[in-house]
T-cell receptor, first 111, second 113 residues
Framework: GQQLNQSPQSMFIQEGEDVSMNCTSSSIFNTWLWYKQDPGEGPVLLIALYKAGELTSNGRLTAQFGITRKDSFLNISASIPSDVGIYFCAGRGTSYGKLTFGQGTILTVHP | KAGVTQTPRYLIKTRGQQVTLSCSPISGHRSVSWYQQTPGQGLQFLFEYFSETQRNKGNFPGRFSGRQFSNSRSEMNVSTLELGDSALYLC????????????FGPGTRLTVT
């Protein structure tokens, strides 16, 4: 099935560092969402973006909807140990109930 | 407000059997989507139900089916289980109005032996 190209696949960082990850697609999306998944749990919605060029923050998280509508970026500032997990981007086209997901970025934070 | 609930959380089945998974959406949410998550394929869209009708469908064989009840609760069924069906099955619910954000349940871990 179709997937978005998400990078990097994994990151190992020190506590306090900033983190950046991104997603690209060959298709245009109307909505970009970023989720975090902890082991044994379902994805939790972090940020949702609805307009090209939109920049949205949620605490230490900032995400942007690319101008071309084919990409999105997520930044995490001043990382802490509880940021550990898998981060997924997801795009929604014209089918409201269908999300297309990236492969995920595994984030490890060393204290 | 209670979140999305899925039952059972864990299931072990034998190849050839069938299985039914259940999902209760957030109160007021009428759209329910199902996803399969595996290490190799990641998160893949199965189908979406709204008002008891399948509205969208992913690229999965006919062995995967679902339904939605009048109270928006949904079930998915997998018949003639194969080893490759072992996965985490996730259900997500949303309002059918803007912003259409999907909220996920904890998933059902299905193991086929």
């Amino acid at each position: 099935g179709q997937q978005l190209n998400q990078s990097p696949q994994s990151m190992f960082i020190q506590e306090g560092e900033d983190v950046s990850m991104n997603c690209t697609s060959s298709s245009i999306f109307n909505t970009w969402l970023w989720y975090k998944q902890d082991p044994g749990e379902g994805p939790v919605l972090l940020i949702a973006l609805y307009k090209a060029g939109e920049l949205t923050s949620n605490g230490r998280l900032t995400a942007q909807f690319g101008i071309t509508r084919k990409d999105s970026f997520l930044n995490i500032s001043a990382s802490i140990p509880s940021d550990v997990g898998i981060y997924f981007c997801a795009g929604r086209g014209t089918s409201y109930g269908k999300l297309t997901f990236g492969q995920g970025t595994i984030l490890t934070v060393h204290p | 407000k209670a979140g999305v609930t899925q039952t059972p959380r864990y299931l072990i089945k034998t190849r050839g059997q069938q299985v039914t998974l259940s999902c209760s959406p957030i109160s007021g949410h009428r759209s329910v989507s199902w996803y399969q998550q595996t290490p190799g394929q990641g998160l893949q869209f199965l189908f979406e139900y709204f008002s008891e009708t399948q509205r969208n469908k992913g690229n999965f064989p006919g062995r995967f089916s679902g339904r939605q009840f009048s109270n928006s609760r949904s079930e998915m069924n997998v018949s003639t289980l194969e080893l490759g069906d072992s996965a985490l099955y996730l259900c997500a619910s949303s309002l059918d109005t803007f912003p259409y954000e999907q909220y996920f349940g904890p998933g059902t871990r299905l193991t086929v032996t």
